[in-house]
C-alpha cells in the first residue's frame, strides 16, 4: 500500500470516529469540571459505606429547602452518607476545606434527614473557578474512624 493510500484511510478513519462520536454544546473542560464536582468521594468503616460528595448550593434548585440553605455563588454543601446496606448509619463527621489561594475554613456539620435517608451537610464558600480541597474525618458508633480526602473544581 502506499503512503497516500495508508494516509488516506487512516484520516477516513479519523474523521469518521470523530463524526460518530458524541457532539455537545458544553465545551470540553466545562465537561469535565462538571463531572469532578458531581464524582462521590467513597470509604469504608467496616462493613459502612461512606459517601461524600461536592455540590453548588446554586444547582439545589427546589431541594435547596431540604437541607435549609440559601442557594448563593459563593457557597457549596459537602454532603457526607453513611449507609450499611439499605439502612442509614449514625457517624460523626468533622472537616476542613481549602481553596487555592489557601483559605482553610473548618466545616461544621449537622445531620438532616432528607426524606430519602440521614446525610450530614456543611456549607463551604468558594467562588468559582476554583478547586476546593476537602479532608473530611468521619467517626462510626464503634469508634472506627476513616479519612475522606479529595479535591473539587467548583465551576463558576
Same mark, same amino acid.
Given at each position: 500500500m502506499t503512503e497516500i493510500? =495508508?494516509?488516506? &484511510?487512516?484520516? @477516513? @478513519?479519523? *474523521?469518521a470516529a470523530t463524526a460518530c462520536g458524541p457532539s455537545s454544546s458544553v465545551p470540553p473542560d466545562a465537561q469535565s469540571t462538571a463531572q469532578n464536582v458531581a464524582m462521590p468521594a467513597q470509604a469504608?468503616?467496616?462493613?459502612?459505606?461512606?459517601?461524600?460528595?461536592?455540590?453548588?448550593?446554586l444547582q439545589l434548585g427546589a431541594a435547596a429547602s431540604r437541607?435549609?440553605?440559601?442557594?448563593?455563588?459563593? =457557597?457549596? &454543601?459537602? &454532603?457526607?452518607?453513611a449507609r450499611e446496606g439499605?439502612?442509614?448509619?449514625?457517624?460523626?463527621?468533622?472537616?476542613?476545606?481549602?481553596?487555592l489561594r489557601g483559605v482553610r475554613?473548618? *466545616?461544621?456539620?449537622d445531620a438532616v434527614d432528607t426524606g430519602s435517608g440521614i446525610e450530614h451537610v456543611a456549607l463551604a464558600r468558594v467562588s468559582g473557578p476554583d478547586t476546593l480541597r476537602v479532608e473530611l474525618d468521619v467517626t462510626g458508633p464503634?469508634?472506627? =474512624?476513616?479519612?475522606? =480526602?479529595f479535591n473539587r473544581d467548583i465551576p463558576r
Open positions: 493510500a =495508508r494516509a488516506s &484511510l487512516v484520516a @477516513f @478513519f479519523t *474523521l469504608v468503616i467496616g462493613s459502612t459505606e461512606v459517601t461524600a460528595s461536592v455540590v453548588p448550593s437541607y435549609d440553605i440559601e442557594p448563593a455563588a459563593d =457557597r457549596v &454543601l459537602v &454532603l457526607v452518607a439499605k439502612a442509614d448509619m449514625p457517624v460523626q463527621v468533622t472537616g476542613r476545606a481549602r481553596d475554613q473548618t *466545616l461544621q456539620f464503634d469508634g472506627a =474512624r476513616t479519612a475522606l =480526602r
